[in-house]
């Protein structure tokens, strides 16, 4: 199973002063070097970490792969086609949400999210929809035009009981079996790290995990490349 490393949080440390360390751009190309199968970044439309001289110099820098996660807005539309990023992932977005809190409400979009996703997908940009591990949102998605799904394991990562646990997994495990068998390419992120990655090794329909706030908050104690190792050592198959 690959990693895609999120770097948005690299931009919140360096947001906090305002000057240039440290640069989501050079935390990207160390991820390359060290594992990462592609690079996360999400461009919300407050701009709170990542910028958007930060996506064009990381468009001009990665050689792997550049997922930009985005709110389906007008202006995230052009700014996708004109960076061309490899993959666009589309998530809800609520300005005073502190992370994405949950899958795409595709049923309620679809019209819309149909009209959203041709230009992008016209373009040679792969387009991936956040969402719920449910089969209508899977159905929905490849109706949609999606090449992808991510699954959110956002519910699964808060988990406390064992119970809960094995169920939630369950929950992701049959979704990406139902994902697969549609011809979706199946990710999962949210809320995932070394504490809770290990399962995933063996949900073979799972392609990719999307790694961002615990990967950061580790690298900041033992520094990018460890952490990055540490979970490669969970997942790699
Ligand atoms: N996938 C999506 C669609 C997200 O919005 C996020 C958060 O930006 C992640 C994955 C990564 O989540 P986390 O930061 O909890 O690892």
Redo the contacts with the bound molecule.
Sequence with gaps: MRLAV?I??IATLRNARNEGDPDPVEAALLSEKNGASGI?C?LREDRRHIRDNDLERLRQSITTKLDL?MAMTPEMQSIAIRTRPELV?L?PEKREEL??EGGFAIKAHFRTLVEFVKPIRDHGIQVSL?IEPEEEAIELSAKAGADLV?L?T?PY?LCTGEESFVRELERIRSAARFGRQLGLGVVA?????VRNIAPFRDIRDIEEV???????ARAALIGLPAAIGEILNLIQR
Excluded: C, P
Aim: glycine share 18%; hydrophobic share 30%.
């Design positions: 999120n948005d949080h996360v999400h996660e992932t998530v992370t994405t956040f991510e959110h956002g990562s992120g949210h809320g995932l790290g999307s790694i961002g706030h615990a990967l950061i």
